[in-house]
DNA sequence: CTGCATGCAAAATGTTTGCACTCTA
DNA sequence: TAGAGTGCAAACATTTTGCATGCAG
């Protein structure tokens, strides 16, 4: 069984509060900027477990670094996340799942799964950092 | 000037000789193995300076590795890559792009980029530890 | 000959594990 | 009290960088 303790729900809480994909490491400063004592060993623990049951999703960034984020629907979803700040929108796969399957099948591949991921600057980054000149 | 070296040819080479996606480490094993003296510092910097001159496609593992392919064609597409060998198809993306784009200017993300991977066992693999039982 | 390329070793990064201690159930 | 949870430090794996040497041009 599962306890409850305050470093799990300090986890979990970390990333409601937030509209986008956070690293480990990310939440680990937040919590510690909040003044939540925690151990980064147990943030990744913890964000494993979560993880584990599917109760956020995963994604690999290009440094190798993993980011997770607390999703609403338990339906299979993708995102449009925002390179520069994280944030991200849920978008639905209107037939990309369907298309993922043709070609898998079409090609002999067994037991076919996809990652999509749409990335783009969100219009505050695009206002904060974006035009330039 | 990029000067032609041995070592150069030979990343290359273990690209072009295989139809899948290999690791750095993978690339350097392959070379020792055949009896290129090569370094691990120089595969990884062939390798990246293939990846920017747009010469391979690169592929973000689970467990945070990068796996590089020499791919074909010049054109936008993307990968059916197997799980089990990493050998790997590609494929068109008949309506992804566009499919991502609209999503991206739909939420006001400028600047959208899109990533698709399609994976699973391809015929051999499920022939050799496939079925299982 | 000049200078980019090489490759060893060391550093850096992100993540996982060992182990003693704490706190929930 | 028992055992899951915690957290520090060390282990790990992959990739990057510093620097002396070697080879292509």
Redesign the pocket.
């Given at each position: 069984?599962?306890?409850?303790?305050?470093?799990?729900a300090a986890v979990l809480g970390a990333l409601e509060s937030s509209d986008g994909f956070r690293?480990?490491?990310q939440i680990h400063a937040d919590l510690r900027a909040d003044g939540d004592?925690?151990?980064?060993?147990?943030?990744?623990?913890?964000?494993?477990l979560l993880a584990d049951d599917g109760a956020v999703d995963v994604l690999q960034?290009d440094?190798?670094?993993?980011?997770y984020r607390r999703c609403a629907s338990d339906r299979h979803h993708h995102h449009l996340v925002c390179r520069s700040c994280g944030r991200s929108v849920e978008v639905a796969c209107p037939d990309v799942g369907a298309w993922a399957q043709s070609v898998a099948k079409d090609a002999g591949f067994a037991d076919p799964s996809h990652r999509v991921e749409v990335f783009g600057v969100c219009p505050a980054c695009r206002r904060a950092s974006g035009p330039g000149q």
């Open positions: 069984m599962r306890k409850r303790t305050r470093q799990g690293t480990a490491q004592g925690i151990g980064l060993t147990t943030v990744y623990r913890h964000l494993q960034l440094g190798g670094e993993v980011a």
